[in-house]
Each structure stands twice: as C-alpha cells, then as structure tokens.
C-alpha cells in the first residue's frame, strides 16, 4: 500500500498548527498509521535532505528542521504521496495555492510548515528513516467503505 512521510516542521509546531494540519489530512479520507512528536538530531536531518546538500540553503535547512520538536506522521492510502503534496501546496507559500496547507498557513519557503515525500519511493524510505519497527501501527478505519466503493 502507498505510504507518505508528512511531517509538521518546527515553525509548524511552535505556532500552533499542529492540529490544522493533521486534521487536513484526516479530513481527506487518508489513514493514519504512525504518529509522534520528535526531537530530530542532526545525522538524521542530513540523511533526510542528503539530496540537497549541495544546495547554497542546506546548513540553514538543517538548522531549521533540528531547532525544535516536529510531528512525524505516516499517511496510507491509494494516490496518497501525489495527493498530499496538493493538500500542502508549492514549496514556496507565497506561490502555493489558497486552500492549500502552505498557500493558507505560510509565507517564506525558509518556514514552509509541512514537509511532505515527493514520490511512493521516498515515502518508503522516509517513512523507514523515521520510524522503528513496531511504531507504526496497522488498522482498519471504520469509515472505509464510505470513503473507497
Ligand atoms: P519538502 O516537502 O519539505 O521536501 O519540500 P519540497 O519538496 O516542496 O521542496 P524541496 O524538497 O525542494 O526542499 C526541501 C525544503 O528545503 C523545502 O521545503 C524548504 O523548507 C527548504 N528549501 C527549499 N528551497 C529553499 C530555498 O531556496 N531557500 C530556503 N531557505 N529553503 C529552501
Ligand atoms: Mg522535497
């Protein structure tokens, strides 16, 4: 099944909005699977944005994501890497969509709230970086047959 690895930045976090966010995407009709408030290190920063490294915003980047607890959460469904990347807007606020998570809720790409996996592969492995074994949990929503015919 199709896994994202969604999670509510620092800046997310310290302004409130970790309830919006995760309510955005349980509204959806997505499922839940692995939930829980972090304090990322430093390695772990880097092997998440080990494709950025060369980019000029890099040490900032890390700075920002390790500068206070984040959310991370694992979201299922069929379409969901794809469909929550709309839900979250471009990666520039002032660019992103009203309606969207960015495009309501931020203004600077440098505090963009949300991060969210970019492809089914990457939700894979990020959702592996992130997570233990054992931490995410399977279950059936009592909602699904009225949310998939
Ligand atoms: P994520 O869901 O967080 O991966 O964002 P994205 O996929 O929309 O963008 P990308 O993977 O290209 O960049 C990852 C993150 O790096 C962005 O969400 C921003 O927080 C940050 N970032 C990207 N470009 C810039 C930039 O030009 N300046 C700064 N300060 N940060 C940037
Ligand atoms: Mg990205």
Same mark, same amino acid.
């Given at each position: 099944?199709?896994?994202?690895?969604?999670?509510?930045?620092?800046?997310?976090?310290?302004?409130?909005?970790?309830?919006?966010?995760?309510?955005? *995407?349980?509204?959806?009709?997505?499922?839940?699977?692995?939930?829980?408030?972090?304090?990322?290190?430093?390695?772990?920063?880097?092997?998440?944005? @080990?494709? *950025? @490294?060369?980019?000029?915003?890099?040490?900032? *980047?890390?700075?920002?994501?390790?500068?206070?607890?984040?959310?991370?959460?694992? =979201?299922?469904?069929?379409?969901?890497?794809?469909?929550?990347? @709309?839900?979250?807007?471009?990666?520039?606020?002032?660019?992103?969509?009203?309606?969207?998570?960015?495009?309501? *809720?931020?203004?600077?790409?440098?505090?963009?709230?949300?991060?969210?996996?970019?492809?089914?592969?990457?939700?894979?492995?990020?959702?592996?970086?992130?997570?233990?074994?054992?931490?995410?949990?399977?279950?059936?929503?009592?909602?699904?047959? =009225?949310?998939?015919?």
């Amino acid at each position: 099944v199709e896994q994202t690895y969604i999670m509510v930045k620092p800046d997310g976090v310290q302004r409130g909005l970790v309830g919006e966010i995760i309510s955005r *995407l349980e509204r959806k009709g997505f499922k839940l699977t692995g939930l829980k408030l972090f304090q990322c290190h430093k390695e772990l920063a880097e092997e998440h944005y @080990k494709d *950025l @490294k060369t980019k000029s915003f890099y040490p900032t *980047l890390i700075d920002y994501i390790t500068s206070g607890p984040v959310v991370c959460m694992v =979201w299922e469904g069929v379409g969901v890497v794809a469909s929550a990347r @709309k839900l979250i807007g471009s990666t520039n606020p002032l660019q992103a969509e009203p309606g969207t998570i960015r495009g309501d *809720l931020a203004v600077q790409t440098g505090r963009n709230v949300v991060h969210g996996s970019d492809s089914p592969e990457n939700g894979k492995r990020e959702t592996a970086l992130w997570f233990k074994e054992g931490e995410l949990c399977e279950w059936t929503p009592a909602q699904a047959p =009225w949310l998939m015919e």
